[in-house]
């Protein structure tokens, strides 16, 4: 399943994703990540979620090189439970406009690897009309 959480820019999406993160990583038996834009904002997550910063990663520009980087991480590590995604659209070429297909091709890697993934967004739930809501849950 793929979860969103929405919301303007400032309204603290980032320690929410980070809250939650924390919380999943006490409560699954298998592995949490947690992919921002950048380093800022780490401090307050558990030490045994794997934190991946996409700046550190700039040949990632598009939604299927995205996509691709998501495979690889769980081809190489299997027991990946939860992923948890703060700031899309701040992340290679993610937009409005292509946010309900890059959703469709999360949602199709959870129904294939078992993965719940969890995406922040800065924009309103009017914003997202066209997301398929029959692969996401809004948490809020």
């Given at each position: 399943?793929?979860?969103l959480l929405?919301?303007?820019?400032?309204?603290g999406k980032?320690q929410?994703m980070?809250?939650?993160?924390?919380?999943k990583?006490?409560e699954?038996?298998?592995?949490v990540?947690l992919?921002?834009?950048?380093h800022?904002?780490?401090?307050?997550?558990?030490?045994?979620?794997?934190t991946?910063?996409?700046?550190?990663?700039?040949?990632?520009k598009?939604?299927d090189?995205?996509?691709?980087?998501?495979?690889?991480?769980?081809?190489?590590?299997?027991?990946?439970?939860?992923?948890?995604?703060?700031?899309?659209?701040?992340h290679?070429?993610i937009?409005?406009?292509?946010?309900?297909?890059f959703?469709?091709?999360?949602?199709?890697?959870?129904?294939d690897?078992g993965?719940?993934?969890?995406?922040?967004?800065?924009?309103?739930?009017?914003?997202?009309?066209?997301?398929n809501?029959?692969?996401?849950?809004?948490?809020n």
């Amino acid at each position: 399943m793929v979860y969103l959480l929405t919301g303007p820019k400032g309204s603290g999406k980032t320690q929410q994703m980070i809250e939650q993160a924390n919380k999943k990583s006490k409560e699954c038996n298998g592995n949490v990540v947690l992919i921002k834009k950048t380093h800022r904002d780490t401090a307050s997550v558990a030490f045994n979620i794997r934190t991946i910063c996409m700046d550190d990663y700039p040949a990632i520009k598009n939604i299927d090189g995205y996509i691709g980087f998501l495979y690889g991480m769980y081809s190489s590590n299997h027991d990946i439970e939860c992923v948890f995604i703060d700031g899309i659209l701040k992340h290679a070429d993610i937009s409005l406009e292509n946010v309900p297909a890059f959703i469709d091709r999360l949602n199709r890697i959870s129904k294939d690897c078992g993965i719940e993934f969890y995406v922040s967004i800065s924009a309103a739930k009017s914003d997202l009309a066209d997301v398929n809501p029959e692969h996401c849950k809004y948490l809020n």
